[in-house]
Nanobody, 115 residues
């Protein structure tokens, strides 16, 4: 059974940093494209960042230069380092594992950026 478990969310002041982690089980992790998505209240879920099995990355324009996605295949874990956080980054952040157009989602972790 595929399972993705996110952690690392919380409340942070504008300009602060957080690191999200997502641990995967039940999959051959190194073959999957891993992604972080977010959904703010009243908005659609959107891609934040993704990293392929070959370590190619892509980012939403709104987070380029502030967020970094990385993976550790030995630990079945994908990370999202978020720096210089802004109030508009407030959302539930979801981990996604995709292979051959099939996706699995984590349960989400709340990130709130507020003073």
């Amino acid at each position: 059974q595929v399972q993705l478990v996110e952690s690392g969310g919380g409340l942070v002041q504008p300009g602060g940093s957080l690191r999200l982690s997502c641990v995967a089980s039940g999959i051959i992790f190194r073959f999957y494209t891993m992604g972080w998505y977010r959904q703010a209240p009243g908005k659609q879920r959107e891609l934040v960042a993704a990293i392929t099995s070959g370590n190619s990355t892509n980012y939403a324009d709104s987070v380029k230069g502030r967020f970094t996605i990385s993976r550790d295949n030995a630990k079945n874990t994908v990370y999202l380092q978020m720096n210089n956080l802004k109030p508009e980054d407030t959302a539930v952040y979801y981990c996604n594992a995709e292979i051959f157009s099939r996706s699995t989602w984590g349960q989400g972790t709340q990130v709130t950026v507020s003073s």
